[in-house]
């Protein structure tokens, strides 16, 4: 699994995709259903796309691939995380999204695949950026977020915390520096933020973030979608929110330490080979407050 991983951070997206597809088949083919999907035509086919237990971020990251399989099949079932569905029935509407466990009544298909699989055959090693199509966030949500905090100035998103014991994050306190010297009007998309730090950020910038009120941002992804399409720019370790600015199109600041063990990212550069609206800011050996400066000078972009 980690050699497929090393060969996604690096551009080899379909030697990796094929890996991940191999190395889990066990999980997503569905042998009593149809046989596995591996490259035939599917022209007039109906197709599976299934994938169990995988984790929300690469079920976000692969769903991209969806629309690409309904232009050459004649119906797509999907089985995701049943977060997801609002979202991907919105951006996909040809599509029949479904949740995991929701397969009581499927159709008769023709082939099985995982979303591993629809890159490795769909997209292969081509640029994964071209044509990159965002996911949908609630348009009506997004609206009403918007003119909540309406006021002057770029609106910035952050999101500064992970689950994840093998990330080097910042300290509340090089966040709470980066917010009190920048004059935007910062938001919280922080999942559990309460739990993980919301006041003493708050007071320690002096007041500068807000959150967004009746989001849930770890159990109400379509929400949180939302909320993240509300701002104008994310600056953001790396975490769910991350990679759904990602998915979404929307324009993110990814903070990264060159001892994290995170193999979704670009492997070295700014540019990130997934999405075309991340940027990436690594750390490099220095002090997170030069990185941040980094991150201020994306901002001041903002509002020339």
């Known amino acids: 699994m980690m050699a497929a991983k090393v060969l996604q951070s690096r551009g080899h997206a379909a030697e990796a995709w094929r890996l991940f597809a191999d190395l889990r088949q066990a999980k997503w083919a569905r042998p009593d259903v149809a046989p596995a999907w591996d490259g035939e035509p599917l022209d007039g086919k109906t197709l599976l796309v299934a994938d169990a237990d995988r984790q929300i971020v690469p079920l976000m990251r692969m769903a991209r691939f969806l629309g690409p399989a ?118 919280s998309l922080q999942y559990r933020e309460d739990e993980f730090g919301f006041a003493e950020l708050e007071e320690r910038s002096g007041g500068k973030l807000a959150r967004v009120e009746g989001v849930d941002h770890f159990h109400d992804i379509d929400a949180h979608f939302a909320a993240i399409a509300s701002v104008d720019l994310l600056v953001s370790i790396s975490n769910t929110t991350a990679h759904a600015a990602g998915c979404l199109g929307v324009p993110v600041v990814v903070l990264l330490d060159e001892g994290q063990v995170n193999m979704h990212w670009a492997a070295q550069g700014e540019a990130d080979w997934f999405f075309p609206s991340a940027h990436l800011l690594r750390r490099a050996g220095r002090p997170w407050g030069a990185v941040f400066e980094e991150a201020e000078r994306a901002i001041d972009r903002l509002g020339r």
Not at 113 to 125: E, F, V
């Open 70 to 187: 309904a232009e050459r099949v004649a119906k797509v079932v999907a089985l995701t995380d049943p977060r997801l569905v609002a979202p991907l029935q919105r951006t996909f509407p040809t599509v029949d999204v479904r949740a995991h466990g929701d397969d009581e009544a499927l159709p008769p298909v023709d082939f099985v695949a995982s979303y591993d699989r629809l890159g490795q055959h769909l997209l292969g090693d081509r640029d994964a950026r071209d044509g990159f199509v965002p996911l949908l966030a609630d348009p009506e949500r997004v609206a009403r977020f918007r003119q909540a905090a309406a006021g002057g100035g770029p609106r910035i998103g952050i999101a500064w915390h992970s689950t994840n014991d093998d990330k080097a994050l910042p300290a509340l306190g090089d966040w709470a520096a980066f917010m009190a010297q920048t004059n935007p009007q910062f938001v």
